[in-house]
């Protein structure tokens, strides 16, 4: 089981850059760079609810569930 955080892709759509979410968001550049990489083990709801709001989207915008592809 994977989940893909798909940060990349919003701040894409809403041409938008990391050091502006950050700003708008209040999250340091460098926590916002390993959500976007895919490094985080945990996200806050806060944290999901404030990137939500500045991106104006839903949770399922920005996670993605990938099923193993050795699973059955």
């Known amino acids: ?10 701040l894409a759509k809403r041409k938008m850059r990391l050091n502006e979410l950050s700003e708008a968001v209040g999250i340091s550049i460098q926590n916002l760079s390993i959500l976007k990489t895919g490094r985080a083990k945990a996200i806050r709801f806060s944290t999901l609810n404030a990137i939500c709001q500045v991106l104006e989207c839903q949770p399922g915008d920005l ?3 990938q099923p193993d592809q050795d699973a059955p």
Do not use: F, Q, S
């Open 1 to 10: 089981m994977t989940i893909v955080i798909n940060l990349d892709v919003m």
């Open 63 to 65: 996670l993605e569930y």
